[in-house]
């Protein structure tokens, strides 16, 4: 397992740092992002 970071998709903050199974598919998480105060949708970053 590896630990990769997720941004906001509306802002684009970097929020959150999840551990990872190495599959090619990319992780979308539905996460609180403390600059848009809502809960939006988080994908993985490169």
Same mark, same amino acid.
């Given at each position: ?9 509306? !802002?684009?903050?970097? @929020?959150?740092?999840?551990?990872? /199974? ?10 609180? !992002?403390?600059?848009? @105060?809502?809960?939006?949708?988080? /994908?993985?970053?490169?």
């Amino acid at each position: 397992m590896r630990k990769v970071p997720l941004n906001c998709e509306k !802002c684009g903050a970097r @929020n959150y740092t999840v551990p990872k /199974k190495d599959t090619d598919e990319r992780l979308e998480l539905k996460k609180f !992002c403390k600059t848009c @105060n809502t809960h939006t949708l988080h /994908k993985e970053s490169i």
